[in-house]
């Protein structure tokens, strides 16, 4: 995995919000096409509660990367 | 997302982490985990990716989650899955050729996350060279057999066959600031159009 070097001083911690992007003013739905990363290809090895995340920031003494991402899209379920 | 405001992240981004300095500890970073198994096979869904699953009682999974967290941290493993430890009961009904005992259970996620395929399962007190193999293939027979989403025929598709996921917080917005959710951009607005 080709993770940048500024990413390995951080924690990558990922929220789920129910919010739908585009009522922010993001893209709508029908904007959205395919993820750049092909289906098998290592992504961001998220911390997926908060508990974890701050427990490994501890332990590490690493600072976190919020982000906060809905994994529905006008409740369908599955998307990002 | 500009070039200019990429190298400006990251240039806030390093001075943030230079004022930490980061821990030797000689050990694998913690295993994730998710709330809830249901949450989890949505993410897992949605991230394409295989959903490894550790349930048991709490000593042998103790253990197992401390055998899995190196080898998830991995090169050829890490970011590639995700995980849930202890799933809530009646988790397995979402999931075929599943049954509901302890293991290392290795799930692929459906289209819309709300169900699933076992791949394999493993004892929990599996070796590591085994777990690790059997999670390889696992990913590669995955990515083989799925198809990258396309995120706006998903929704469009998710919403021609009524698949709808209720969270745990309605979805949108209090637009008007009245205290209840607008779902939808003009829904309740204090002053009607004229």
């Not at chain 2, 709330?35 to 394409?48: E, G, I, T, W, Y």
């Not at chain 2, 197992?64 to 899955?81: D, V, Y």
Request: aromatic share 8%; with cysteine.
């Amino acid at each position: 995995m080709h993770t940048p070097n500024h990413l390995l001083s951080f924690l990558a911690l990922w929220c789920l919000v129910t919010s739908p992007l585009y009522a922010q003013g993001g893209p709508r739905p029908t904007d959205l096409g395919s993820a750049d990363l092909p289906v098998g290809e290592p992504g961001i090895a998220w911390h997926t509660t908060w508990s974890s995340a701050w427990h490994e920031a501890q332990r590490s003494n690493r600072s976190i990367m919020f982000v906060a991402a809905a994994t529905q899209c006008g409740g369908v379920p599955g998307v990002f | 997302m500009g070039g200019d405001s990429t190298r400006q992240i990251i240039a806030r981004m390093e001075e943030l982490s230079d004022r930490y300095m980061p821990k030797e500890t000689g050990r694998a970073p913690l295993l994730q985990d998710f709330d809830s198994f249901r949450q989890a096979l949505n993410v897992a869904a949605a991230d394409q990716r295989v959903l490894v699953i550790l349930q048991g009682a709490e000593d042998e999974l103790e253990r197992a989650k401390e055998t899995l967290r190196p080898i998830a941290w991995s090169g050829g493993i890490i970011g590639r899955f995700h995980y849930d430890c202890s799933p809530e009961p009646n988790w397995t009904s979402t999931i075929s050729g599943l049954e509901d005992s302890p293991g290392i259970h290795l799930v692929q996620p459906g289209q819309f996350g709300t169900e699933g395929v076992l791949y394999q399962s493993l004892p929990l007190d599996a070796r590591p060279e085994e777990i690790r193999a059997v999670m390889s293939r696992a990913n590669s027979h995955y990515a083989a057999n799925t198809e990258q989403k396309v995120y706006a025929s998903h929704v469009a598709e998710g919403r021609k066959n009524g698949i709808y996921f209720a969270g745990a917080v309605p979805y949108g917005e209090d637009r008007d600031a009245d205290g209840e959710i607008d779902h939808r951009p003009h829904e309740n607005r204090r002053t009607p159009r004229q």
